[in-house]
């Protein structure tokens, strides 16, 4: 089928503004703390230096996992009271 002139495709809903913006509301909500209030007077820059900032403080989100035996090991002798 073809659209008329002037016609806009069809937006699946996943892919629409409002079904988005909710689900970034409540993740922002239950991430960070924010209020309905925060997130719509926030800008997309603001919201992408929290996110980004909290991807970087999550260990297995930077795909370091932690430190591994040999330096745990070698941490553990240095400090015997710790």
Known sequence: MTAAPGDRPA????????????????????LFGWSPHCFWHATPAELAAITAAAAAADPAASGTGGIDRQTLKTLMEQDRDG
């Open 11 to 30: 937006i699946p809903d996943d892919r629409r503004f409002g079904p988005i913006a909710a689900r970034l509301a409540g993740q922002t909500a239950l």
